[in-house]
Each structure stands twice: as C-alpha cells, then as structure tokens.
C-alpha cells in the first residue's frame, strides 16, 4: 500500500470512527425537546418574576444548549436577564437575585463577578445571571454583559452540520482532559471550541490544522488585527477585539490538544473521545512508586482556604512556584512537584474544609554543612573588595576563606539547612510568594518526608495517581 492509499485508509478509518462517536455525543431529538420545553418553562417565570420589578429587563437563553451545540447528557440551562446599561450595579443585583429566587425557589446564591442564582429544576442545572444589556460588547459594564453578544455571533453562523462537529470537538476535548475554561483546568472554553470550529471549518479541519500549529498561533475572525496578545494560542474575540478568548488556556493545555490531534489522524479510536477516570491510587501503590524512582518526597499539607476553585486553584498554584524555588535555593533539587486538593474537592466549586498539599518529588534530600559561595572575580576592585572584606573579618569557624579559586573570591559558608524537613518546618519555608490566603493555612502545616507521604493516599489519591503514572 502506498502512502495516499494509507492516507486513505486512516481517512476511512477516522470518518467510521467519527460517525459512531457523533451518534453517542450529538443530543437525540427527544433529548433536545426536553431541553426546550423546560427552557421554555423556566424563561416563561423568568418573564413573570420581571413583570413585577419597577425596571425594564428581558431574559435570554444562552450557552451551549441555546445554540444546540451540547454534548449528550449534559444537563445546563443559562439564562440571562438583562437589565438596562445605566442601572446601578446595588440594584441589578438586587433585581436579578429577586429574579433569579422567583423562578428557582430551591436554588442558591453564588458570585461571578457578582452574585446570580444557581439551582436545579426538572434534573437540569441552572444558572439565572443578571446583566448589563449594553449596545456592544467593548462597552461592557462587567465580563458577563458579553455573554449574549458571544451568543448572538455563533447562533447566527452556526448550522446544524457545523453545530455538529462542536459537540465532537467538546466530546474531544472532555476526552483528553482539556476541556474547560476554570482556572483549575485552563482548557478550552465553550465558546472559544464553537470559534475554532467555526473558523476553520469543522472538527476534521481543526484537528488538522491543530497537528501543525506553532505556537503563538492567532486566529481573528473579524480580521480586527489591532491588540497584541502574549499567549500560546490567539483567538480575537469577534465581539470585543481587545480580548483573547483563549487567554485562560494553558501551554501545557494546547500542546495535549495537538499531541492527541495527531494522534487521533494517525491512529483513529473512540477511546479519545472518553474521559478517563482513573481509580485512586492506595498507600501501597505510592509506596511502589517510591521504592522503584528512588527519590525524595515531601508534602506540605494544611487546609484549604474556603474558596472557590477559581480563587484556590491560581493561589494554590503560586504557592507551589514559590515552594519549589525555596527547595532549589536551598539545594533540594526538585524533579517534579504539583499542587493537590483532596479528593472530595476534585471538579467541584464547592465550599468546605478539605485538605490541600504542596507535593514535590526531590534528588536531593539531605545537603552538607557547608556550601559554597562565589564572589565577584577579583578585578571587579569595589565589589571584589567589599565581598572580601564581608568575609575576610569573620570569625566564625564554620566559614572557610575567602579564598581565590579561577579569577574569583569563594568562600564555604554554614549552611541555613541540611535536611529538607528542617527547612519546610521553619519560618523560611513561609517566607517565599504564597498565595495571600494560603499564606495563613500555611502557618498550620504538617510536613510529611519519605514514605509517610502514602499516608496522603486516602485523600488525595487520584492525584497521586495522575502524578506517578503520567501522561500527555
């Protein structure tokens, strides 16, 4: 077989492959007119509740559900009531809440930028959110007076075939586990799969194209061409073009998307297209991680500040960057680290006392007494100068030199910290950049160094799971 009949074969193979996955993840009719009839009920109280307020508003369906471009089972209506540009934030709130508890009484009160209501009604979840109904986008009040623009632009270009192939864009990227635009995940959004779509064509042609990006890659639907963004991937938002609507997606997130775009050309299967859902890993499956990579690990471990998940996780994560350079300038060398949450947080926004844990894997664990120091090269006069002469008076017997090794001064000096749990359980530990409330859970933490880190495995064993057995 030559090499266009094997692009060929691979080209039948992925249409069979995508044929059977649309006719899994793409909503059948009955489903869809559950989902309208229920919207429609719910934007019908919407409209009751609105009648009774001393202000003009309207209501809207937006998302993915509005736009049919859901994948199978998922179960979210969003409404949004829009209330006129120049009324005062204190009062839409005050009137979407009303709103918002009018037609779900059950539900309960979260904040975005600022509170909406979320509740379930007929085993859907729904979200009820007040918003500014400006004349364009660029003139928003706050980040979700956009929404409705960002619907309005896709239901217009989207038909059925193209709605389509963004649900096997999304069932794809739930898939590979890079789907979502919180700041746990840092995936893809719905809205910036249905551009990508949108732009290039499909799903086949996304994929396509994704195999042989190099970063930064920039797609401008509307040709705005005027900000200049700093990000892996660049989708200008056709409705606002001084936003990036891939701005939360991380590097690593974009580079997983190619690395199974490629794989899903070469090699066709329905299994990319299925979450995994790997089992926690127990104490004795950490224990044979560490017996056979031969490593140090710590765990610092405290309780997580009681935040959302789009609070926690960038704290978590600066937190961890700052823990990581304190054990590398302390000589601990770090092979690998990740933040974790407790497994009874994984995936959700809820609020509660949980545990967290800053977990590093380290090559070195113990340092010597002395460590070395070097000073300018000796013809560097002033500052040659005033390294010696800092040096050259002390008295303390643990210091060697100054001496001259090459062109410069060098001096051993005692070191702060020999033991890696020595250093994590002082008060230099807590000196690096932590994430301002982390900070303060910080001060009540436990330590855990070699094997008592499979103690952790009850917790937060999927994590170590995804952490010892790695993959794109």
């Known amino acids: ?73 998922d179960r979210d209506i969003d409404l949004f009531v829009r209330f006129a540009a120049d009324l005062e934030r204190a009062e839409l709130e005050e009137y979407g809440l009303a709103v918002g508890h009018a037609v779900l009484p059950d539900g309960h009160e979260e904040y975005a930028e600022h509170p909406y209501v979320k509740g379930t009604h007929e085993g859907f979840d729904v979200d009820l959110v007040p918003c500014h109904d400006v004349d364009a986008a660029a003139e928003l009040v706050s980040a979700v007076d956009r929404t409705p623009f960002h619907d309005a632009y896709l239901s217009a270009r989207l038909d059925r075939e193209l709605a389509d192939d963004v649900v096997l864009a999304k069932a794809f990227l739930k898939g590979i586990g890079a789907y979502g635009s919180d700041l746990r995940t ?175 894997e380290l090559e070195v664990a113990e340092r010597p007494a002395v460590e070395r120091h070097e000073g300018p090269p000796v013809a560097v006069r002033k500052h040659a100068a005033s390294f010696y002469e800092s040096y050259a008076d002390d008295v303390d017997p643990e210091t060697y030199g100054p001496f001259i090794e090459g062109d410069r001064y060098v001096v051993e000096r005692e070191r702060a910290f020999t033991t890696v749990r020595e250093y994590l359980e002082s008060d230099a530990a807590g000196d690096v950049a932590l994430g301002a409330q982390v900070e303060r859970a910080f001060a009540e933490r436990d330590v855990l160094v070699g094997d008592a880190v499979a103690t952790l495995a009850p917790t937060f064993g999927t994590t170590l799971r995804e952490f010892y057995e790695p993959h794109p």
């Open 1 to 73: 077989m030559d090499d266009s009949e094997s692009d060929e074969a691979a080209s039948d193979d992925l249409e069979a492959v995508l044929s059977r996955v649309r006719d899994r993840v793409v909503p059948e009719p009955a489903e869809r007119e559950r989902l309208r009839a229920v919207a429609g009920e719910l934007v019908e109280r919407a409209r009751e509740a609105i009648a009774d307020l001393p202000v003009a508003a309207d209501v809207v369906q937006v998302g993915s559900t509005a736009r049919g471009t859901w994948v199978a089972g």
């Open 186 to 360: 840092e995936g893809f959004s719905g809205y910036l799969t249905e551009l990508l779509v949108l732009e290039l064509g499909g799903f086949v042609p996304l994929v396509e194209s994704a195999r042989s990006w190099h970063p930064p890659v920039e797609f401008d639907p509307e040709g705005h061409a005027g900000e200049t963004f700093d990000d892996p991937l660049v989708v200008v938002d056709p409705t606002d073009p001084t936003r990036n609507v891939a701005a939360v997606l991380s590097a690593a997130n974009a580079a997983r998307f190619q690395h199974y775009a490629r794989e899903l050309l070469a090699a066709p299967g329905e299994a990319l297209f299925e979450p995994d859902d790997p089992d926690p890993l127990d104490s004795a499956g950490v224990r044979g991680h560490l017996d056979r990579r031969e490593t140090t690990p710590v765990a610092v471990v405290f309780d997580a500040p009681d935040l959302v998940d789009d609070q926690l996780w960038p704290q978590l994560r600066r937190s961890l960057d700052g823990t990581i350079r304190g054990l590398n300038a302390h000589g601990f060398d770090v092979l690998r680290a990740q933040a974790m949450v407790g497994d009874d947080r994984a995936g959700d926004d809820s609020t509660g006392s949980v545990r967290a844990a800053l977990y590093a």
